[in-house]
């Protein structure tokens, strides 16, 4: 056996070896892109919209002056 195929031998078990890391380190780097994707799409969806809170607080302060005029009314008689 020459060097030279022992020198071919180790070297292509090191790219081996790097190769299988690389592709490890870009499937956990998909799979974290795709899990902050979900995420994202994910927060959207749990919280309030500004609108959607606004019409909220505007029908209890509706309500709150309706309760306030009953009371008024209440005092007055």
Do not use: T
């Not at 081996?16 to 956990?28: K, N, P, S, T």
């Not at 927060?43 to 306030?68: A, C, G, M, T």
Request: without cysteine.
């Amino acid at each position: 056996m020459d060097y030279q195929l022992l020198f071919n031998i180790a070297f292509s078990f090191i790219l081996f070896l790097v190769g299988w890391f690389v592709r490890i380190a870009y499937d956990a780097a998909n799979a974290m892109k795709n899990d902050l994707m979900a995420l994202e799409r994910e927060l959207h969806s749990s919280f309030v919209r500004r609108e959607d809170y606004k019409e909220d607080i505007r029908e209890i302060k509706d309500l709150l002056l309706s309760i306030q005029d009953r009371i008024n009314n209440k005092a007055d008689k």
